[in-house]
């Protein structure tokens, strides 16, 4: 038996997301790479672990749950996009990004590592963010992805060679 107090999905929540919304959303833009939908994708995983609360078995795990969901969400997100995107007329021309004249040293680097992020594979993709981002230990990225830890060193290893050949020729 624990000494914590026992709080109300309203409570619970409110203090998850003073602690960790600024993470869990980043965590989704390194995914999406949108920081509108990111911030979409985490406020949809707080109102599905709120409308769950009394569900959930173990209330300490609700920041891992929070974190599958948002994983899971920015996953559909994707293939939402990817549909959007085969279904647009032929006939839109591309959009044009902002010129570089404004942008620094830094956001070009920043902007080429998200590039070769975003080449890699869905599962090696997630498992990077996971790990250097949040710095998660192998058996909390293996519960929030539900994948072995095994399955985890491979796609971290993996990820980060194949990160290292894409950025070779851009830093």
Do not use: C
């Not at 406020?43 to 599958?68: G, I, M």
């Amino acid at each position: 038996m624990t000494d914590r107090p026992v709080w109300t999905a309203d409570e619970a929540l409110e203090q998850l997301y003073a602690a960790h919304w600024r993470q869990l959303v980043r965590l989704s833009v390194l995914l999406v790479r949108d920081q509108g939908v990111a911030e979409e994708v985490t406020q949809d995983a707080f109102v599905a672990v709120h409308a769950r609360w009394s569900r959930l078995r173990d209330p300490d795990l609700a920041l891992a749950y929070l974190r599958q969901a948002v994983v899971n969400r920015s996953r559909s997100a994707l293939r939402h996009r990817a549909v959007v995107e085969r279904h647009a007329a032929r006939r839109t021309p591309p959009l044009i990004e902002a010129g570089a004249d404004q942008a620094a040293l830094a956001t070009d680097r920043r902007s080429a590592v998200l590039d070769a992020l975003r080449r890699l594979p869905q599962r090696q993709r997630e498992v990077l963010a996971l790990r250097y981002y949040l710095e998660l230990s192998e058996a909390e990225i293996a519960d929030a992805l539900g994948i072995s830890r095994g399955a985890v060193k491979s796609h971290a290893s993996r990820g980060a060679a194949a990160l290292r050949l894409l950025l070779q020729g851009d830093l």
